[in-house]
């Protein structure tokens, strides 16, 4: 017995000695391979190469029973592979939920789906530059562009996906609505439709980066993460819970950008060399490109009327493409929605109700028959209408002709303009727009003393951090719609407001303003607000009661008064003409409303401060420069509104 344990015991220890000397086998497969056979998609992951040798990665989404479907393409920055898989599901409509996929209307159209990462992002080889100029430009010498690169993918698209007819669609908004348009600029005969929603257009007129001169600094998140790595892995960080903290203790745009990095990206140097108007800018608009050539392919233009991002481009390329569409190829969408809000459900946005879902309506009745009817040949779709409008206020859907026409028949646009008055008096006069000079009467002004180190918000502190998740309270979407009451209640801010209305007040189309001001300083911004003021009391929804809901607001910096090319500055105390558009708004104030303008010299941190002092380049103004002004605007002033002289029902 002794004598087997002792053999059991050495057995054991060469046991053990053996498994010490063996490694642990690892318990993940060499290759694993999903059993997807039950799934209603196939996913297919390809690199398509461009004509420069570069390859971008595409992810092509194909429904398994898919036999002569067409292709719905969007090009992106913000990775290809994300967009096609936010869910883990064997169901294709499931797994593409999420940004910019419309997977309602992918899912009920049998549309076979491609996302690619645009040069320089994610899977995508190449070197990445924000919004690439034209190639052979004075700013990129190189054969390729956006417009090259999306005719090389739609090329090898038609030609290898074999179960596609070989038409293609291009989709997309923001940044992915910006690359359709480009596509257009030399369109291949395969591409049949596109569809640009709240796209990217002008950075410097009213998108992204700037706004008629005045730097929209908040984005400077936004340029720090998207261009300074190619997976989007570095991250803005905030020091502050309120924002407005974060950008007035840093100082100048150009201070902050050096505390957070961003001046490593070269992105960021261009947009501080370029302040003003100048080639760089206006070689890159991309409704100025298209307006010299015809339109060739139908093309759906979306946009938002509280778009906080991008309430600029959809309007200015409808206005630039409109005039060569001979074919009747050109159409546009306009609703109540924020940026993007078309994809999701738009009932309604903040506390503001539309009685209905605007974007399921939208999605259902305006682009699905579009994108069947000229990807499908699809004879039995429905035709849309050239203009469908949401009209805010009467929350009704208007089918138009044209845009601003904003009736089928029996109304005009009639000249209007609302003239501020004495008492803070607004006065809504069938008056046509006459312009400024000297004022009318010497003493008939107001005036309010503008800090820099006190400057307006932009809504009301504390300020979350600019970001996108509302879980969070980061709620910058629908900021637009803030109640305006805040700011009115400020000594830095002039308030115009007219009586009790009576009748039904539409507008369609672009308000004017036409300010005659004056500053002691040697430069100023001006902030001009349209502003719909609910009832003191509405029944349906108390919190409504007295809310000052802006319809139409921007803001234009003073020193491109003269030319937007050149900065100048203001000369001091003396009464000046400034003339600036406001974005498009389609609206009805109603019986029982009042109508109310605001006027003031910042908007921060949304914009970076004008420090009242002119210097060379305000990115680069020391703590100095920044000096109190005293701010004078003339009762001559007024803003001209797009009236429709037609009755609402």
């Avoid at 090259?148 to 007819?165: G, M, R, Y």
């Avoid at 469908?388 to 109304?411: H, I, Q």
Wanted: glycine residues 6%.
């Amino acid at each position: 017995m002794k004598k087997s344990a002792l053999a059991l015991a050495v057995l054991a220890g060469a046991l053990i000695s053996a498994y010490a000397q063996t490694p642990l086998p690892g318990e993940t497969p060499d290759e694993f391979k999903a059993p997807v056979e039950s799934f209603d998609y196939i996913k297919r992951s390809v690199m398509i190469p461009m004509r420069d040798g570069v390859k971008l990665n595409t992810v092509i989404v194909i429904p398994r029973k898919a036999r002569n479907a067409p292709m719905l393409l969007t090009r992106t920055p913000y990775n290809a592979a994300d967009m096609t898989s936010h869910a883990e599901s064997s169901q294709m409509d499931v797994m593409l939920q999420g940004y910019d996929n419309l997977p309602d209307v992918i899912a009920k159209g049998g549309y076979i789906r491609v996302v690619q990462d645009v040069r320089g992002k994610y899977g995508s080889e190449g070197g990445y530059v924000m919004n690439r100029p034209m190639a052979g430009s004075l700013f990129n010498s190189s054969e390729v562009d956006h417009s090259t690169d999306a005719w090389d993918t739609i090329e090898w698209l038609s030609k290898n996906v074999p179960e596609s007819n070989g038409k293609v669609g291009i989709i997309g908004g923001s940044y992915d609505g910006f690359t359709p348009l480009m596509a257009l600029v030399n369109p291949h005969p395969a591409l049949k439709v596109a569809v640009p929603m709240n796209p990217m257009v002008d950075g410097w007129r009213g998108d992204d980066w700037f706004h008629h001169g005045a730097f929209r600094q908040i984005n400077m998140a936004y340029i720090l993460e998207q261009v300074v790595t190619r997976r989007n892995d570095a991250h803005w960080f905030t020091s502050h819970y309120d924002d407005y903290d974060v950008f007035i203790r840093a100082g100048s745009a150009g201070e902050l950008a050096r505390q957070r990095g961003v001046e490593q990206s070269g992105f960021w140097r261009k947009v501080v060399a370029h302040p003003a108007y100048d080639a760089f800018w206006q070689s890159q608009a991309v409704d100025k490109i298209l307006a010299k050539q015809p339109v060739t392919v139908p093309t759906l233009l979306v946009h938002g009327l509280w778009d906080a991002e991008d309430i600029y481009g959809a309007i200015a390329v409808y206005k630039a493409i409109k005039p060569n569409d001979k074919d009747n190829k050109v159409f546009l969408a306009i609703g109540p929605w924020n940026h993007g809000g078309q994809d999701g459900d738009a009932s309604k946005l903040g506390p503001i109700k539309f009685n209905s879902d605007t974007g399921l309506y939208f999605r259902e009745q305006i682009l699905m028959p579009f994108l069947d009817r000229y990807l499908k040949d699809d004879a039995s779709a429905t035709p849309i209408a050239p203009v469908n409008a949401f009209e805010t206020g009467t929350n009704k859907w208007r089918a138009l002709d044209s845009w601003p026409a904003a009736c089928t028949t029996g109304c005009v646009i009639a000249p209007a303009t609302l003239r501020l008055a004495a008492n803070a008096r607004l006065n809504l006069t069938n008056s046509a727009p006459t312009p400024l000079a000297a004022p009318a009467q010497k003493n008939a002004y107001d005036e309010y003393i503008s800090d820099p180190a006190k400057p307006v918000p932009f809504r009301q502190r504390p300020i979350p951090p600019f970001g996108y998740d509302e879980a969070k309270g980061q709620t910058w979407p629908r900021w637009l719609v803030d109640d305006q009451r805040e700011a009115s209640g400020r000594t830095d801010v002039l308030t115009y407001t007219t009586g009790v209305l009576t009748a039904p007040v539409k507008i369609s189309g672009e308000p004017v303003a036409h300010l005659l001001a004056s500053t002691s300083g040697s430069d100023a911004d001006w902030v001009v607000k349209l502003i719909d003021v609910y009832p003191d009391q509405v029944a349906a929804q108390p919190e409504l009661g007295g809310y000052q809901l802006m319809i139409s607001a921007d803001i234009f910096r003073g020193r491109y008064r003269e030319s937007p090319v050149t900065a100048k500055p203001i000369a001091a105390n003396t009464p000046l003409p400034y003339r600036f558009a406001l974005p498009t708004a389609n609206h009805v104030f109603l019986p029982g409303h009042r109508i109310m303008v605001q006027i003031q010299s910042s908007w921060f941190p949304l914009y970076d401060r004008n420090p009242q002092t002119f210097v060379q380049n305000i990115f680069y103004a020391q703590p100095a420069d920044y000096k109190k002004a005293t701010q004078r605007i003339y009762h001559d002033s007024y803003i001209a509104l797009p009236l429709v002289s037609a009755t609402v029902r």
